[in-house]
């Protein structure tokens, strides 16, 4: 197929003037009917089985963790990992323990790993043409049970860059839209201030940036990781906000900021498409003009 | 003085009187030593309850072996975030109800 492909190409273009379409038809990416069966291929008792190898580990009943796997009829379960899940936990092993909340993708619990990479199980489509899904809590981070990874650091780092507006003198009408009585009604900020926002107001603290991040792994005490660098980020940037000195001062040491060494495995790994790894280079262009001031 | 005797008796069963004591085991010495204080700064009703829900939850792991490492550490996590919990100036008692073992209630039909 490939190479009477070759075979074409090495012709003399008497194609010039077929249609792209038609040309393209043609190309690596045969969609020959083959590809439109659905996968896995009945390959249990005529149902398409796949098997979820899911990290189990239950610290009141045993010191080591174990792997579990669990088979699901594709055509009976939802298109999502986690009405994978749910379904597992539903019919064959209640214990199975996980976060989960909304199933569309905008509050972040149901944060893990699966097939290696950090996403969320309610916006990650079940593969249906491997044989197996493997499904891990997020890596390196405790683990309470199961596929529950633990977030009180995560949360106590966000804590630390003030993720509130401040302003000097809350009284002062600046920028304020005032009513007719003097008082203040809202901060005003125009569409080209707020566009700076864009990309960062999204981020939804799942944790699957900064677990993915190695320098985070190694550093999880003293650097911030990526999700809480974006978020200093964006009360920097933020036009309202009028302490954006202190917040650079405070993310000027060697290593709540200067760990990150571009990996950028962060804004791969995001599951709401956010660009973490060019909030930090942001950062850091901050931090230089303001020292260099 | 009931936080001395008790934490020095633990010491010496602990360590056999012969072996110092891992880190692990310091932290397990420290965050029960920890939990005690605690009991020390509530009210005078609620200080003997947590002291015995204090000892009662490091004896009921006290078999652990020393290899035990994961699950030690766990226990210490818990245990760390529960102390913050009480630690809390607004708490004022502690108290521990026993969850029945076996199969959950069934739901009650709703009514209205």
Not at chain 1, 1 to 7: F, G, P, S, T, Y
Not at chain 1, 52 to 75: G, L
Request: contains cysteine; aromatic residues 8%; hydrophobic residues 35%.
């Amino acid at each position: 197929d490939k190479m009477a492909w070759l075979v074409r190409l090495a012709a003399p273009l008497r194609t010039a003037v077929r249609p792209i379409l038609a040309s393209t038809a043609r190309g690596f990416r045969t969609t020959s009917v083959a590809s439109l069966k659905l996968q896995p291929e009945a390959n249990v008792e005529g149902k398409r089985i796949k098997y979820f190898q899911i990290y189990r580990w239950d610290p009141e009943a045993s010191s080591k963790p174990y792997v579990a796997t669990y088979p699901i009829d594709m055509a009976d379960c939802g298109p999502m990992v986690l009405d994978a899940l749910l379904k597992i936990k539903n019919e064959q092993d209640t214990t199975l323990t996980f976060r989960r909340s909304c199933r569309e993708g905008i509050c972040g619990s149901c944060a893990m790993n699966i097939d290696g990479v950090n996403t969320l199980a309610c916006l990650a489509r079940i593969d249906p043409k491997t044989p197996k899904c493997q499904i891990y809590p997020l890596p390196h981070m405790y683990v309470v049970k199961d596929l529950v990874p633990d977030m009180t650091n995560f949360y106590a780092q966000y804590k630390t860059i003030e993720p509130w507006l401040q302003v000097e003198d809350e009284a002062s009408t600046k920028n304020k839209a005032v009513e007719a009585d003097g008082t203040v009604k809202e901060n005003l900020q125009n569409k080209k201030d707020r566009e700076v926002l864009d990309g960062m107001y999204e981020c939804i603290l799942c944790a699957c940036c900064s677990t993915s991040c190695p320098s985070y792994w190694w550093n999880s005490e003293a650097y911030l990781g990526p999700a809480v660098l974006m978020q200093a980020y964006r009360w920097i940037a933020d036009s309202r906000d009028e302490s954006k000195a202190k917040r650079i001062e405070f993310l000027d040491d060697s290593m709540k900021l200067y760990r990150c060494h571009t990996i950028m495995n962060c804004t791969k790994t995001c599951p709401k498409g956010l660009n973490p790894g060019l909030a930090i280079a942001r950062i850091k262009q901050v931090v230089f003009s303001h020292n260099m001031s | 003085a009931g936080v001395t005797w008790e934490t020095l008796l633990v010491t010496r069963w602990m360590s056999g009187g012969r072996r110092p004591l891992s880190g692990l085991q310091k932290q397990v010495l420290s965050l029960y030593r920890q939990c005690l204080r605690a009991a020390r700064e509530k009210p005078e009703e609620a200080r003997e309850q947590m002291r015995q829900v204090a000892k009662a939850e490091f004896r009921k792991h006290q078999g652990l072996a020393r290899s035990d490492v994961a699950r030690i550490e766990y226990l210490i996590r818990r245990g760390k975030k529960q102390l913050d919990r009480v630690l809390d100036p607004n708490v004022y008692s502690l108290s521990v109800s026993a969850i029945p073992k076996g199969a959950p209630p069934p739901p009650s039909s709703p009514e209205s």
